[in-house]
């Protein structure tokens, strides 16, 4: 079974109803809701989600998010993903420090819609909607 790691963008698309990103991300999240792909997310990234609901009141956000927490397992930066992150080549810290939480989750796949981001990536990087046309 494959394990895709969602960035953040992947989430927000799918929880904010983005236009045109929002289906493929609904959709990613519906194969792992069916346990047909494991998904997992840093909780950075989940963090990062609870951030940009501002939008709801706060019984709705928790309940999209508990939502999320019952088909995204959650991967805790410590410090080595920290300290790799800091030795890393990519550009963008956080990008980095996803990337290591996707290296220790053992993730087949990162899931965003900014695949260039993570070009230093040893680990296939694609978006949501190339995802899908691979399984």
Same mark, same amino acid.
């Given at each position: ?7 953040? +963008? ?17 959709? @990613? ?10 998904? =997992? ?7 990062? @989600? ?6 709801? +009141?706060?019984? /709705? ?10 088909? =995204?397992?959650? =991967? %805790?930066?410590? %410090? +080595? ?27 087949? @796949? ?8 993570? /070009?230093?990536?040893?680990?296939? @990087?694609?978006?949501? %909607? ?6």
């Amino acid at each position: 079974m494959k394990k895709a790691f969602l960035d953040s +963008d992947i989430l927000l698309d799918a929880l904010l109803k983005r236009p045109m990103f929002d289906l493929p991300a609904l959709n @990613v999240l519906a194969l792992a809701n069916q346990s047909d792909i494991i998904a =997992v997310t840093s909780s950075l990234a989940f963090m990062n @989600v609870h951030y940009f609901l501002h939008k709801y +009141d706060r019984q /709705r956000k928790i309940s999209l998010l508990k939502t999320l927490r019952s088909i =995204v397992q959650i =991967v %805790e930066i410590g %410090e +080595d993903e920290i300290d790799m992150a800091f030795n890393s080549k990519f550009a963008d810290f956080e990008d980095a420090v996803q990337y290591q939480c996707a290296m220790a989750a053992r993730a087949d @796949v990162i899931l965003t819609r900014n695949t260039k981001d993570y /070009r230093h990536s040893s680990i296939p @990087v694609m978006t949501a %909607e190339q995802f899908l046309k691979t399984l």
